[in-house]
């Protein structure tokens, strides 16, 4: 298997990783980087819970070969904020009961950001379509789909 | 077994490394749908030739009162895009039914077609647009009806991946008095495959129908026009009844399978008018609005 | 009412900054040096015997570390079920599993297993391993199983033909004096569907065994002790030389690993018992829906007489469940079904009879409602019905018939609290009742509907199974809490509202108490988190353990204070002299001296005072729970598409007696992701096979649960009954959002179409089917 040399900014850090032509890149962020934090749940972007926003947009690491990652920019949850200073959603999920078993929500915060960070009053249906390829099995999505809404009022009453 | 993972900066360049391969490179855009195509063993490739960083294959654009559709360009893309929206709306609304967003955002138009699967939603937008792909093959450039991109094997597309390229789609801009519209019958809202499809494009003449064209999936091998219940709307004056008649004619040229998953040809017969009817309604509405 | 401190409170769950911030470990995250990853070679017949194995081919491909079959690995029979393994007697347990055997019964049925240095390499080392199987003939509908001409599945059966352990009788009363005497009676037979759990984690285990012999097992199982056991009874291992912990977090469960997670823990051990590694195994989502346990599916038959004025007087309740190829719980199930069926609604004269029936499907165990669901669509349908016949108003009947307090009924622990009224009255306003009838223009071909159901469930699994809990509390010497509860977290919010009972009773401040759980290594035994026990069950031993330290604390500061201990009390980790005036009797123990000053003294300083002093608070609890009824009220309003079948649920407003919301938030979130599952469970979700026995929906892709787009309005309402058994009140609520919520829905498209369905999902096709026979 020939090898190659991946490297792309990773939560805005310049990262290089050795990788093979098939890896995917779920697999190289979880196996080789260690950020376990983006979870697998099918392997074929069926369920959302490996998302991670490449370039600004919500993918499905499981369906991205780690060569595509070339020279971009990728966030994983481990990016977006620390327990000294989480991000509004962080905040958010807790506070709303949005979290259950706990293991979507890297994935739908992450799908929530690349909307947030685009759109600063999302609609209800904004919301649902950005999450739409977020399985939760858990919370009926009811308190997910506050949580977004409300940490997209935080930033904006915080700006 | 994938031994290396090429970004040309040219179609030039990707052609000519397809070229070199010899049928060992192949190429890749969105990937959402190849990659599991090889992992499953149902494709293989020793070199993935990623057209995606190509300058000019993201775009979207009207030149010439053509739409095109760049290779590159992502369902998302197609479904946000204002441009779309207002020229060719069905493309949009067809683009926004697949997979889910995160899926939307890798995965492209073009590739939907080249994928050859015929209840693609884009494609089958793309055929009642009378869509034509822009192909380049060793020294050569072709604009070929989408039609001929597919073979009689579902899933099977014409196009060689490992010598040829499609590079955009194009198809004509919407002009006033014309509309289009996209239904779906799907087992949820997102994450789901259709059941039945339909697009439609009307062009109206004052209270008639100048002409229409009709496309609906999976009823073939391919997207397929209902050309008998076109012929039928061509020239005849708006009526619920003649929408109605046209929707039931449309069948004659569906051959839906037995789908355990997806619908008995039965019922997919069944409801297949009542898409088609729906689709013709919301396009000869979107055509009295686009005065 | 007593204004508490936690209870009560909506606090943020202690796990919650973990999980939102990446940080949460999961079984699939967890990963130990050296470790190797296990894959599993599956059957690709329904029922086969292995006439012949070779993995030579297998071993030799560098990389492979071992291969497992049935020719070295115990040949030691279990049940993969939390209970079943050590059921109690006068039962006999049913075990019909071996790792791996030389019979396969079902597509996906283990046939032998590869541990390697790569998942990749292990994937092509099963390629390797030849195989050769004699086809049996195979049978996949359990009325057909029963035949006498269908093929044994797992040898021959006492009660009957593919019938495992023994069939389920409830008599209340008597039946046919109850229909002799009844003025309308009703009979239906219902079909239901496999459901899949679908937890967002797939089944998975890391298993290392040491040089020592002691083995411990890392995995997403929901009942870590009872997984320890069976685990010691398949390898002949002490219990104390094993461990089962979850890492500590599992990815949802909603039942499909009570016991254990499909066979990943011991697929895993043999393994690495041959490997001398380490071992992972982490099922591919196809995997988890091919190979763990599904709900059961089946036939349900309801039989309901009335009086004229609309007294229900007799009650007959059939099940015909469906196995799939190995027993599980599918002895349990339909006792569940039965038990809960017939406690609803106050009758008279009631009768049940169920079992299930093997078929070569894959296995059908534990899944959230666990045979209630099954029960409730049926049974509302037919009250609808009777409601109709009557001319009654559904929800008049209902309230005239429901089950009240103190009321005879066929379990055997009383009803002690009902708020299923005050369900009734809620859930009608929030989704407005009255509107019912009035909701569509004549000649409409998208129609509006509106229906309810109602339930009930249980908060633990005693009397019918073993089931105990325990706690331990330990005060540290810097005043801090431990707690120790063999429960997991899968989700539920356990590991939140255990230390809210105990910072509860303690006095203690929520962040002074840690808890450690779902570790049999760390904790004593709990039966785990099924049955909706966990807050119930375990809350009870944990109140217990707490009440106990309490009392210690109390005593031995009482003795320093010189007051008697009734006359202290613990708020926010300080202790108070109370009902009396301070300085007055405690002369001479310094305590004046500190109260005279601040008036409290910490539970810090108290605990580092009686550390000095050699001494440290342990409480622990010990308990059997009682049992309660949770009841609930769903109202559904859905939109039918006539022309092509489409159903589309508006919204639900559930209505849930919790007995006491001990987090209200939690509570809410579980009756929200309840109701969606059981949305999924009326209309979309269903597992079908093909004539080859091979699932049609094995992926999430195929398999149509829902998506925030399909998510309908949920109104969760919390109704408080304050239940005397329960642990500040409350009852089990895990799996209750889903049990009515069918029966709702199949009322509400009734109440939109007229037509009556007998099978879920309202799929598409179904509705339209069934409208074009009636005319639509």
């Given amino acids: ?135 939760c099995r858990c919370t009926g999505y009811v308190k997910i789909e506050k949580a977004v809404s409300d940490a997209a009022k935080q930033i904006r009453e915080n700006l | 077994m994938l031994l290396d993972y090429l970004f040309p900066e040219t179609t030039e360049q990707a052609l000519s490394i397809l070229k070199e391969k010899q049928g060992q490179a192949r190429v890749i855009a969105g990937g959402t749908d190849l990659l599991l195509d090889m992992k499953e063993g149902k494709k293989e490739a020793a070199v993935l030739v990623d057209i995606t960083r190509i300058p000019g294959l993201k775009e979207i654009k009207v030149d010439n009162g053509m739409v095109q559709i760049g290779a590159a360009v992502t369902h998302n893309q197609a479904a946000k895009s204002e441009l779309v929206r207002e020229k060719a709306l069905a493309l949009a609304q067809a683009a926004r039914t697949v997979g889910s967003l995160q899926i939307r955002n890798s995965a492209t138009v073009v590739g939907n077609v080249v994928n050859a699967q015929p209840a693609a939603d884009t494609a089958v937008a793309l055929t009642a647009f009378d869509a034509v792909a822009e192909v380049l093959s060793p020294g050569k450039k072709e604009y070929l009806p989408l039609e001929e991109l597919y073979t009689d094997r579902a899933g099977k597309s014409a196009l060689d991946s490992a010598s040829q390229l499609v590079t955009r789609i194009q198809f004509p801009a919407l002009l006033k008095n014309q509309g289009s519209a996209f239904e779906r019958l799907e087992q949820r809202k997102a994450l789901a495959l259709p059941m039945l499809n339909a697009a439609v494009v009307v062009s109206l003449s004052g209270e008639s129908f100048e002409w229409v064209r009709i496309a609906m999936a999976p009823v073939g091998t391919k997207p397929v026009r209902a050309t008998e219940a076109e012929a039928l709307l061509a020239g005849a004056k708006v009526t619920p009844e003649i929408i109605e008649e046209a929707a039931k004619t449309a069948i004659a040229q569906a051959n839906p399978r037995n789908s355990l998953l997806r619908g008995s040809r039965e019922y997919r017969l069944e409801v297949l008018p009542v898409l088609i009817r729906r689709a013709l309604e919301s396009a000869v509405r979107e055509a009295r609005n686009n005065f | 009412m007593k204004e508490y401190t936690t209870v009560g409170k909506s606090v943020r769950k202690l796990d919650a900054l973990e999980k939102a911030t990446g940080t949460a470990t999961f079984s699939t995250d967890f990963s130990l040096p050296g470790m190797l990853y296990g894959k599993v070679l599956r059957s690709p017949y329904p029922h086969a015997r292995i006439i012949k194995i070779d993995t030579t081919e297998a071993e030799k491909l560098p990389g492979v570390k071992a291969v497992a079959t049935y020719q070295n690995t115990p040949r030691e029979l279990f049940n993969t079920s939390a209970t079943m393994t050590f059921t109690v007697p006068s039962l006999e347990p049913v075990l019909d599993q071996y790792i791996f055997d030389n019979v396969v019964r079902y597509v996906g049925d283990e046939v032998a297993a590869v541990a390697a240095t790569s998942e990749r390499i292990a994937e092509e080392a099963l390629k390797l391993i030849k195989v050769e199987y004699e086809e049996l003939p195979a049978v996949f509908d359990p009325l057909e199983a029963m035949k006498p001409e269908a093929p044994d599945i797992q040898g021959p059966c006492r009660e009957g033909k593919n019938i495992p352990g023994e069939t389920v009788k409830i008599p209340v009363g008597d039946v046919a004096k109850g229909f002799a005497e009844s003025d309308i009676i009703i009979e239906k037979q219902f079909k239901l569907p496999i459901q899949k759990q679908a937890q967002l984690e797939t089944q998975a285990a890391v298993a290392q065994v040491g040089v020592d012999g002691k083995i411990t097992v890392w995995s997403t199982t929901q009942t870590p002790h009872p997984t320890r056991m069976i685990l010691s009874k398949i390898f002949g291992v002490p219990h104390s030389k094993i461990r089962v912990l979850n890492p500590p977090y599992v990815g949802g469960g909603f039942g499909v690993r009570i016991g254990l997670s499909a066979k990943a823990e011991p697929i895993a051990v043999a393994l690495s018992i041959l490997a001398k590694k380490p071992v992972k195994i982490v099922y591919s989502r196809e995997e988890d829906f091919i190979a763990s346990d599904t709900r059961h599916g089946g036939y349900v038959t309801v039989k309901l007489g009335a009086k004229s004025d609309g007294t229900f007087h007799a009650l007959d309740l059939r099940a015909v469940l469906d196995a799939g190829a190995y027993c599980s719980f599918s002895c349990e199930t ?101 509107r019912r009838g009035k909701l569509n223009k004549p000649g409409a071909k998208k129609l509006r509907g509106i229906g309810v159901g109602v339930g009930t469930h249980c908060s633990n699994a005693w009397p019918f199974c073993v089931d105990y809990d325990n706690a331990i509390i330990t005060v540290q010497q810097d005043g801090s809490i431990h707690l120790a509860s063999g429960v997991p977290d899968i989700g539920t919010g356990t590991s939140t509202t255990l230390p809210q009972f105990a910072a509860e009773v303690l006095g203690a401040r929520l962040e002074d108490v840690n808890i450690t759980f779902a570790d049999t290594q760390s904790t004593p035994f709990d039966i785990g988190s099924h049955a909706s026990r966990t807050c119930y069950a375990a809350g009870t031993a944990v109140v217990a353990a707490a009440t106990d330290a309490r009392k210690q604390i109390l005593e031995y500061a009482g003795n320093l204070f010189e007051v008697p201990p009734e006359n202290l009390d613990i708020k926010d980790s300080e202790i108070y002299i109370i009902n009396q005036n301070l300085g007055e009797d405690c002369k001479g123990s310094g305590v004046c001296q500190i109260g005279e000053g601040k008036k409290t003294m910490t539970l810090k300083e108290l605990a580092y005072h009686a550390h000095l002093r050699n001494k440290q608070f342990i409480g622990v609890g010990r308990i059997v729970p009682g049992n309660a009824p949770p009841w609930h009220a769903h109202f559904a309003e859905v939109e039918v598409d006539t022309e092509t079948g489409q159903v589309k649920v508006i919204k639900v407003a559930a209505a849930h007696d919790v007995g006491k919301a001990i987090n209200p938030v939690i509570v809410e979130g579980q009756i929200e992701g309840g109701v969606l599952m059981g949305v999924g469970y009326a209309v979309s979700e269903e597992i079908r096979y093909d004539d080859k026995g091979r699932q049609i929906h094995s992926s999430l892709h195929k398999y149509f649960l829902p998506t925030i787009e399909d998510t309908p309005e949920i109104d969760a309402i919390l109704v408080e009954s304050n239940e005397p058994s329960g642990p500040f009140g409350a009852k089990g609520v895990g799996e209750t959002g889903l049990v009515p919520t069918a029966g709702a829905i199949a009322n509400a498209v009734y109440d939109a179409t007229g037509v009556r369905f007998y099978e879920i999902p309202l799929t598409e096709e179904r509705v339209y089917k069934a409208l074009k026979q009636n005319g639509y």
């Fill in chain 1, 1 to 135: 298997m020939s090898n190659t040399i991946l490297s792309f900014t990773l939560n805005g850090e310049f990262t290089e990783v050795q990788v093979s032509p098939s890896d995917m890149l779920v697999d190289v962020l979880r196996d080789k980087l260690h950020l376990t934090g983006t979870k697998k749940g099918c392997g074929k972007g069926e369920c959302g819970a490996c998302t991670v926003i490449m370039n600004g947009e919500a993918v499905n690491s499981c369906m991205v070969p780690a060569m595509k990652a070339e020279g971009s920019k990728v966030e994983t949850i481990e990016g977006i904020g620390s327990p000294d200073k989480l991000h509004p959603l962080q905040v958010s999920f807790m506070d709303n009961g949005a979290i259950q078993c706990g293991f979507c929500t890297p994935g739908m915060i992450m799908s929530a950001k690349a909307l947030i960070d685009k759109k600063a009053e999302p609609s209800k249906e904004e919301i649902q379509e950005a999450l739409s390829g977020n399985i």
């Fill in chain 3, 334 to 434: 339909p006792g569940v079904l039965g038990a809960m069926g017939l406690s609803v609604y106050r009758i008279p004269n009631e009768y049940y009879y169920g079992h299930s029936v093997y078929t070569n499907k894959t296995p059908a165990g534990a899944m959230r409602g666990f045979g209630n669901p099954q029960a409730m669509f049926p049974i509302e349908s037919v009250v609808d019905m009777m409601a109709e016949k009557l001319n009654m108003d559904p929800l008049e009947l209902r309230m005239k018939n429901i089950m009240k307090v103190g009321d005879p009924w066929c379990l055997p622990y009383p009803c002690q609290s009902t708020g299923l009224a005050e369900c009734i009255e809620k859930g009608a306003k929030s989704i407005g009742w009255e």
